[in-house]
């Protein structure tokens, strides 16, 4: 007969989750910094306070509709910030990343 400790996989099992749960709390931390820093340049560009953007080496004048594009952006970003700080559901942050992805794409087609 084989013996075999048990304690070993207990305390293991607990080590692996406090890790488990300590890499996703620095995940959360990093991604919500990173959504931070979006949503304050795109209010920043919803409010008027940047006029001008680089395109193609060209300062170029923000337009209405784009500010109103950086409006929904900031949204995105707060909203994917909410989910984050209540909980990580990781489908409802990846639409909010799709979408704000998708809304700084029609952003960079505008001067184009």
């Not at 952006?73 to 942050?93: R, T």
Request: include cysteine.
């Amino acid at each position: 007969m084989v013996k075999v400790s048990t304690n070993r996989f207990i305390e293991g099992g607990l080590m692996l989750s406090r890790e488990v749960e300590l890499c996703a709390r620095r995940l959360r931390s990093k991604a919500f910094k990173s959504l931070e820093e979006i949503f304050n340049m795109a209010g920043r560009v919803a409010k008027g306070e940047i006029k001008y953007r680089r395109v193609n080496g060209k300062m170029v004048k923000v337009t209405l509709p784009e500010m109103q594009i950086w409006l929904r952006i900031a949204e995105q970003a707060a909203e994917a910030m909410k989910s984050l700080a209540d909980n990580i559901d990781e489908k409802e942050i990846q639409t909010r990343l799709n979408n704000i992805e998708a809304l700084l794409k029609e952003v960079a087609r505008i001067h184009r």
